[in-house]
Nanobody
Framework: QVQLVESGGGLVQAGGSLRLSCAASERTFRMFVIGWFRQAPGKEREFVGGISYNGGNAIYTDSVKGRFTISRDNPKNTVYLQMNSLKPEDTAVYYC???????????????????WGQGTQVTVSS
């Protein structure tokens, strides 16, 4: 059982930056693809980006490309989401999730991820 805990959310003005962290309780986390998702009020949860188990590959949804960067520090059992040039439309609860099936690819559907954090609120004011 892997427990994930997000942190780093908050209130920021448009154009600002935040770095979210996702800390895992188990070392097996290092073998898992990690995804970041977000859910805004009244909207479905959407894939933001994901990173391979060794950090060698990352993918992003089009709306955050060039602004968000995902990285991981496996010795620290932590994945990061660096968010720059934030926009009001980035406002949402952000979740990290682990795909524990040793997937060869970074999957983008929430149902492909079986461990989830509790979420952290990001609010971007205009």
């Amino acid at each position: 059982q892997v427990q994930l805990v997000e942190s780093g959310g908050g209130l920021v003005q448009a154009g600002g930056s935040l770095r979210l962290s996702c800390a895992a309780s188990e070392r097996t986390f290092r073998m898992f693809v990690i995804g970041w998702f977000r859910q805004a009020p009244g909207k479905e949860r959407e894939f933001v980006g994901g990173i391979s188990y060794n950090g060698g590959n990352a993918i992003y949804t089009d709306s955050v490309k060039g602004r968000f960067t995902i990285s991981r520090d496996n010795p620290k059992n932590t994945v990061y989401l660096q968010m720059n040039s934030l926009k009001p439309e980035d406002t949402a609860v952000y979740y990290c999730a682990a795909d524990s099936h040793y997937s060869a690819m970074i999957l983008t559907r929430s149902r492909d991820y079986d461990y989830w954090g509790q979420g952290t609120q990001v609010t971007v004011s205009s």
